[in-house]
Nanobody, 122 residues
């Protein structure tokens, strides 16, 4: 599976962005898809995850502001980000996994995209 993220950019505080992640190749084993973010010098942090059956889970810092979804073909992942804060500035990555006990743990995922930068600043 190959993953390509898009949609990052510069946005003012309080603004919105929509990230996309297109999966190609053998997408049969993309039961779980998730978004992670990484701040400079920090480990990757789980943002949101979604199972093929629609179940979702969100990190505490984004609950109520971000929404994860997948298209009907289950090959494109989205992250709708609202009420963005400067603290949301990070590189955002999408990932896929087959069996994920802790869906917001990076170690559960085996395929990653290259990332897309999100910068929240006035």
């Amino acid at each position: 599976v190959q993953l390509v993220e898009s949609g990052g950019g510069l946005v003012q505080p309080g603004g919105s962005l929509r990230l996309s992640c297109a999966a190609s190749g053998d997408t049969q084993n993309t039961a779980y898809m998730a978004w992670f973010r990484q701040f400079p010098g920090k480990d990757r942090e789980g943002v949101a995850a979604i199972h093929r059956d629609g179940r979702t889970k969100y990190g505490d810092r984004v609950k109520g502001r971000f929404t994860i979804s997948r298209d009907s073909a289950k090959t494109t992942l989205f992250l709708e980000m609202n009420s963005l804060k400067p603290d949301d500035t990070a590189m955002y990555y999408c990932a896929t996994g087959v069996y994920c006990a802790n869906v917001l743990s990076p170690s559960e995922y085996d395929t990653w995209g290259q990332g897309t930068q999100v910068t929240v600043s006035s």
